[in-house]
């Protein structure tokens, strides 16, 4: 077993013509399965044994469980018996045939005879002994389980379950319940109930006395709300419960019983109608009245029908706009015009009298995307391995914030294999600099002996051998000694905050106006001046890109030379921290990347030391080294999206003629880890985009970037802007709420207008910073989906359902574009023209499946006016297009595109005589063809700046000759060259008494300029989209910290795979999703009128999270608490069930803070349970 370590020398596989291993059959009293009937196999036949109405009420509980087990993948192979003796204490199956009194036949070899099959039974519920441990000896197998078929009427058994994620997830709590009501005494009685848990305990266990107080009382809502009292006190958890969330587990196990009252009192209802036509003359009760509002209750997303998904996309026609080309180059995009301009200026005019058809514009699919659909795509760790190709497997510390005394390898050395191991000593005698970091080089590729380990993982050294197993063996095997610590580490942002733990010199404020004075002032003769304060946080995402990182490095020339292979973002960081860590001359470093299976900034920065690893192991073995990380080594390691606290106060003033916002205050931190790496530039582009779309007259933002013992975060899709923005969200529905006005008008009546300035000193409009489309982006969803006909819907179906609530948000975003680094914005790029009419390109981007390759062959396919066919570009290298930035900020089709333009313009210059000459219907192939056989060059390097008075941003003093006339701070400089805008509208549905969501429909409008390809900017807008629901729902990333004081050693990251961190699937996706590019929106500052399109669309995945927001908030006024409350990002399940608050959370967070009491000294203390109830916050690492 790989994360276990486990190894097993033998496995079984037994043949399916043993039928008693594999059939599923029924007997007058049983369902008999096999038990080596795999999931899918029992799952199907259930199904047809309820539509061919055998038992229905025995197979329909199994098979709705079953659909819900693992994948259809793991289901085709994984059989019951297996789920059983594994004995996983949170398996969906396990309780489920435990309450419906299921047997286990085991069976084994007579002793004394061979021939001789000895059986026993066991019940279900008495198989498991404790964690993960069984009945069943060594000699024994389970044969087949048998499970009691259901009366006909009056007995019920239903399924329950709460996941992360709905779809592909273990349970964080599941149960099985069943029970068989009697008539007696003029009512219905219950004559047995049983009651089974997954996730309550180290086993499957049942709830007798639960079960014991329940039997032989009338079924009713009384009995069953007495029950839960029992069942909180024979289930209680500790708040430090393995797995942690007690207070969400043991609402979701008393939840879960009111919700199976619920479900057999309707089913009772229709049973009655049944009974009286079978016993004429006999009366039938009736069952227990079920108020209508109560009714959702018994909704139960296990037995529901799998939701489908449908949509549209829609994108104006195609068409070539012309962009910053025409203002560089002035190259005119009208295919019609064949003259050029002689004249000699820099700006030539230069038509393509070679276009017979554009290229630009159209809705062309991924170049890659046949050999993506197909397999046949070629990743790093596909490339065939050269001969004597080691394998790498890095060393790592399981400890942090000690030192590190000694590193024995000599059991490492031991293993079959394993060819050498090498650390810092090593890397010492090459020379190499063992420093690393993209701004501050304060990380270390291998912690020297004696040096402090800053983080759980931290690599200590690298061994290299024959196989994989055998280089992770030896790993395991190198003895690590480690000193003591005399501090406790600094985990979490409020570890840093209370120790002063900061990356000071990156500390950077944003202010305009008079914040101090304007938050002072509590009265204006305008009307009410109204100041809310609080605070809002933002969880870590994981990156979960397809490829991990992986490199292969090759050394020739005896060594003096490396060629790179790898899964990176950053080739040029790459190439130049693997020659300084090998002491190679970065001339004689090639990094070469074909693609990635997918980056999203988690391999700008972090990719890099694993690259580094893997050369200096090469250099030193004289081999070639392939280094691959498992996805769980590279979960722990590289870092995710930071983490974000942010304290606020924040005013308006209300008037008669509406709210007008007045003053925003905010103090952001975000967690960086044990390095510094990007953390400061992620900061700053959250204090640039934390006004997101709205004027505030005064404004102030301070960014803090805490200093950690969690690995060294960095970029990730959105680069802070989503965290900044985020809280600006969160004010807005603050203060909607204290203002006592509609979030939505609040913010469609702030929003920036023509003229208006930021706080960093950008006037919004035309010249600036582009047009400014977004309120009339907001005013067209407004009102083609007719808002205030969904609020009142949605106002009804809350008011008519108790226990399933909807919300609905609208949500602008901007998103500005560059580096806010000047030196970044720019781009090279290689183009060579074959006389065969054919086109090379090279340039400085990567592609990681975002179109960035597709789109630049567009553009220079619509320059050279030839199909798109005939332009390719091979790889991204290093010895081709040098110097080269990340493919990062969404600048990459802004900066390459243009790149290209410049060279393909270069080669159309020289290419001028010879075209004239031949004429209009000349071919490509012809010209070039012509042009070798003058000599005339037909390849050409490209380079692109942006302009730099549209990118840059300081941070420094005033200098003394600031205008007092100019806009304030933009002095500064603009850090964007213009905004890419969008707004998107999301409707939700949640079960209060679970914390599920649905996402019901979502609409995306984005403005993305003239789309160079609408399908793959449509595609980046889904993607993009999905991804930040994910961040705002599903995706927690947990590490050991004082909240998790149940996960060890501290610092240690929990979620490092995909049991336990979960990205979004199939059945999140909105059940209505409508993707729109506005029309005739020009962007004259980029190629070919385009914007980028990678990173803004991210943010309006957080219109999700709103719009659970809103639900809670309905589910909460149902419990007349319609105050204030903090929801923190992101709205798990478990945040979603306990911040509604209703009586059953508000008892077991109660109950769970009386167990930590009663443990305590001061067991004195008094309970106020509302304002426990108020107070409380479901943990997080943040």
């Known amino acids: 077993m790989k994360f276990k370590n486990a190894p097993y020398s033998r496995l079984i596989q037994p043949s399916e013509s043993i039928s008693n291993l594999y059939d599923v059959t029924t007997t007058p009293t049983h369902l008999e399965i096999g038990a080596c009937t795999s999931l899918s196999t029992l799952q199907h036949k259930c199904d047809t044994l309820s539509k061919d109405g055998v038992s229905p009420r025995t197979v329909n509980p199994l098979h709705d469980m079953l659909r819900w087990f693992a994948s259809t993948q793991i289901r085709n192979v994984a059989c019951l018996g297996g789920n059983l003796v594994t004995a996983s204490p949170i398996s969906d199956m396990n309780p489920m045939l435990a309450c419906m009194n299921a047997i286990l036949i085991i069976s084994s070899l007579s002793d004394t005879d061979d021939n001789t099959v000895i059986r026993r039974t066991v019940p279900v519920s008495d198989f498991f002994l404790g964690y993960r441990k069984v009945n069943l000896q060594k000699n024994e197998l389970v044969e087949k389980i048998e499970v009691p078929l259901l009366q006909e009427t009056l007995e019920y058994a239903m399924p329950f379950k709460q996941a992360r994620r709905r779809e592909d997830d273990i349970s964080i709590v599941t149960a099985g319940m069943r029970t068989l009501l009697i008539i007696k005494d003029g009512g219905f009685i219950v004559e047995n109930i049983s009651i089974s848990f997954g996730g309550m305990a180290p086993t499957t266990i049942l709830a007798t006395k639960t079960a014991e107080f329940i039997t032989g009382k009338p079924f009713n809502e009384t009995t069953f709300e007495n029950a839960q009292k029992v069942l909180k006190s024979e289930i209680a958890l500790p708040e430090n419960v393995p797995g942690g969330q007690a207070e969400y587990r043991m609402t979701l196990a008393c939840s879960f019983l009111y919700k199976f009252f619920l479900g057999v009192a309707l089913e009772l209802k229709k049973d009655t109608a049944v009974l009286q036509g079978k016993m004429p003359g006999v009366e039938i009760p009736e069952a227990p009245i079920i108020e209508e509002d109560e009714v959702s209750g018994a909704a139960n997303f ?332 590279d979960m722990s390691i590289t870092g995710a999206r930071h983490s974000f606290v942010t304290n606020y106060s924040a005013s308006a003033l209300v008037t008669s003629e509406g709210v007008k916002l007045l003053a925003l205050d905010v103090k952001l931190y975000n967690n960086g880890g044990c390095g510094f790496d990007l953390s400061g530039p992620v900061m700053d582009r959250a204090l640039f985009h934390v006004d997101n779309c709205y004027f505030w007259p005064n404004f102030r933002a301070a960014g803090h970037v805490c200093k950690t013992a969690q690995p060294v975060h960095t970029a990730f899709r959105g680069f802070g802007g989503p965290q900044g923005m985020a809280v600006t969200e969160h004010v807005i529905d603050h203060l909607a709420l204290a203002c006592n006005v509609p979030g939505d008008s609040l913010r469609r009546n702030n929003m920036y207008k023509v003229g208006d300035h930021t706080p960093f000193g950008m006037v919004m409009g035309e010249s600036c910073s582009g047009k400014w489309n977004i309120p009339t982006m907001w005013d067209r969803l407004y009102q083609e989906l007719d808002f205030p006909s969904r609020h009142a819907a949605i106002d009804e179906f809350n008011s008519k359902n108790k226990w399933t609530k909807r919300g609905v948000s609208l949500t602008p975003t901007k998103f500005g574009i560059a580096f806010t680094s000047r030196f970044m914005n720019q781009g090279g790029a290689l183009v060579h023209l074959y006389t065969d009419g054919t086109i090379l390109i090279s340039h400085g981007g990567t592609e990681m499946g975002q179109g960035l390759h597709t789109k630049v062959c567009q553009v220079a396919a619509q320059a050279f006016g030839v199909p798109l066919e005939s332009v390719y570009i091979n790889d991204t290298s290093t010895d081709k297009v040098a110097n080269t930035q990340p493919t990062a900020a969404s600048m990459s089709t802004d900066m390459y595109g243009m790149a290209t333009l410049d060279a393909c313009k270069k080669i159309l210059d020289r290419l001028k005589p010879i075209r004239e000459r031949l004429g209009n219907q000349a071919s490509l192939r012809e010209i070039a063809n012509a042009a070798f056989f003058e000599r005339i060059e037909l390849s050409a390097t490209g380079f692109f700046a942006l302009d730099e008075s549209r990118c840059g941003y300081d941070f420094g003093p005033p200098p003394d000759d600031v205008s007092s006339d100019a806009p304030e701070n933009q002095w500064r400089g603009n850090p964007f060259n213009y905004f890419t805008q969008g707004v998107v509208s999301c409707e939700v549905e949640i079960e209060v008494l679970t914390g599920n969501h649905r996402i019901l429909r979502s609409d995306i409008l984005v403005d993305v300029g003239s789309s160079i390809n609408p399908v793959i900017d449509i595609g980046q807008i889904e993607g993009a989209f999905i991804q930040g629901v994910g961040w705002c729902t599903l995706e927690e990333v947990i590490y050991a910290d004082d909240d998790h004081t149940w996960i060890r050693p501290a610092g240690k990251v929990f979620t490092s795979g995909p049991g336990t961190y979960k990205i979004p699937a199939f059945n999140d996706v909105p059940e209505e999703f409508n993707v729109s590019l506005m029309e005739d929106v020009d962007n004259p500052v980029a190629v070919h009128s385009s914007k980028a399109v990678g990173e803004p669309p991210f943010f309006l995945g957080c219109s999700v999270f709103f719009a659970i927001k809103e639900a809670v908030r309905a589910a909460r006024s149902e419990n007349h608490n319609d105050s204030y409350f903090e929801m923190r990002l992101p709205a798990t399940s478990e945040r979603v069930r306990m911040m509604c608050a209703d009586k059953i959370a508000a008892e077991n967070i109660v109950a769970v803070r009386k167990n930590v009491q009663d443990e305590s000294s001061e067991a004195a203390a008094i309970l106020d349970t509302t304002q426990l109830v108020s107070a409380f916050q479901p943990k997080g690492s943040y």
Do not use: W
Request: aromatic share 6%; hydrophobic share 35%; net charge neutral.
């Open 302 to 633: 296990v037995s529901a029908k799998k939701p489908t998904s449908r949509g549209t996309q829609k994108y104006p026609a195609p068409k070539v706009a012309e962009g910053l080309e025409k203002e560089l180059y002035d190259i005119k995009s009208d295919i019609k015009s064949v003259s050029i301009s002689e004249d000699g200026s820099k700006k030539q005019r230069l038509t393509m009298p070679l276009a017979k058809m554009n290229a630009v514009g159209k809705a062309t699919p991924h170049m890659s995307a046949p050999l993506h659909c197909t397999g046949e795509a070629l990743y790093t760790d596909d490339i065939p391995l050269p001969s004597r190709t080691l394998q790498g497997s890095l060393i790592h510390a399981t400890q942090c914030n000690v030192t590190l005394e000694n590193i024995d390898v000599s059991s490492g050395l031991e293993i079959p294999g394993v060819i050498s191991i090498y650390t810092y000593s090593d890397l010492a005698d090459i020379g190499g600099d063992n420093t690393l970091g993209p701004i501050k080089h304060d990380e270390v590729l291998f912690v020297p002996i004696g040096e402090k380990i800053v983080t759980v993982g931290q690599v200590l050294g690298i061994v290299v051998a024959e196989t994989l197993e055998s280089a992770e063996a030896g790993a395991r095997a190198v003895k690590v000694t480690y000193g003591t610590s005399e501090s406790k580490p600094i985990i979490s942002i409020e570890d840093a905050i209370q120790a002063g733990s900061f990356y000071d010199f990156a500390s950077h404020v944003i202010e305009k106006g008079d914040v101090e004075s304007v938050l002072k002032n509590k009265v204006s003769e305008e009307g009410q001046v109204v100041t809310v304060s609080g605070s809002f946080r933002s969880g870590q995402q994981e990156h979960f890109y397809l490829e991990t990182n992986c490199t292969l490095a090759i050394p020739s020339e005896s060594d003096t030379n490396l060629t790179i292979y790898c899964s990176t973002q950053a080739a040029n960081k790459t190439q130049m921290f693997c020659a300084s860590t090998t002491n190679t001359p970065a001339s004689k470093v090639v990094v070469r990347m074909k693609r990635m299976g997918g980056g999203f900034g988690g391999k700008e920065t972090r990719s890099v030391f694993i690259s580094c690893a893997a050369a200096v192991a090469a250099k030193l073995s004289s081999r070639p080294v392939r280094v691959t990380l498992g996805r769980d080594v």
